[in-house]
């Protein structure tokens, strides 16, 4: 079923700990996103891609990085969580045009 | 740079009741706006476009460029409709990501 993905939904880590968030979508979008949901449910953009090989820094700065290697995939880094990335990770994409964003289940992320 | 307004955190009306959730925009230029619903423990998902002219749910929401407002309506609130409300614009030109608001928690109370 053509749909995103985002693995695992829950993840409870160290501090120091390098961790890679997965997402994938199979609808062949070409933009995708990363946003992170504060426990005020605020979104904060903080990468996007708009194709293989093209990423951007998003307004919310972060430690984070992410790759672009395939269309289908776009995995957000962080090489040393710290209790401050505590937070829900969400990944979406989109076709280009007038139309929305479809979002994953997230990944919620806590670092101990 | 555009921003994207809801006034609201927190709305609580009572079953049968109008609703409607205030989203207030700057942007200079023509923008797309956005109506986006996350029900509890479900993902974040579209409810309806501007550019579409649709009811979805029986929520409308007209985009206002004189008041810069794309407010969504319900005229009859039900109980599922408790969740969290996000507007969100998009630039009507170049390659820009949405900017959503800080949402607006609807309850509906029985």
């Known amino acids: 079923e053509a749909d995103i993905y985002q693995t695992p939904r829950y993840l409870v880590i160290g501090t120091g700990k390098k961790i890679t968030l997965e997402c994938s979508q199979t609808?062949?979008?070409?933009?995708m996103y990363w946003y992170q949901q504060d426990p005020g449910m605020e979104l904060h953009l903080i990468h996007y891609s708009y194709g293989v090989n093209s990423t951007e820094k998003g307004d919310l700065s972060s430690e984070s990085t992410v790759s672009r290697i395939r269309t289908e995939h776009f995995p957000l880094t962080l090489e040393s969580a710290r209790p401050s990335h505590t937070s829900q990770y969400l990944c979406?994409?989109?076709?280009?045009?007038?139309?929305?964003?479809?979002f994953g289940s997230g990944t919620r992320l806590t670092v101990v | 740079a555009q921003r994207v307004t809801q006034p609201e955190k927190l709305l609580s009306v009572f079953k049968g009741a109008p609703v409607e959730l205030k989203c207030n925009y700057s942007?200079?230029?023509?923008?797309?706006l956005f109506w986006y619903v996350q029900y509890s423990r479900q993902r974040l998902q579209l409810l309806l476009r501007h550019i579409s002219r649709e009811s979805i749910k029986g929520f409308t929401a007209d985009l206002n460029k004189g008041e810069t407002s794309f407010h969504l309506k319900k005229p009859f609130a039900q109980e599922e409709d408790s969740a969290m409300y996000y507007c969100?614009?998009?630039?009507?030109?170049?390659?820009?990501?949405?900017?959503f608001g800080k949402g607006t928690r609807l309850s509906v109370i029985a």
């Open positions: 979406a994409s989109s076709f280009p045009g007038r139309y929305g964003y479809t």
């Open positions: 942007y200079s230029g023509s923008p797309e």
């Open positions: 609808m062949g979008h070409d933009k």
């Open positions: 969100a614009l998009k630039k009507n030109s170049g390659n820009t990501p949405l900017v």
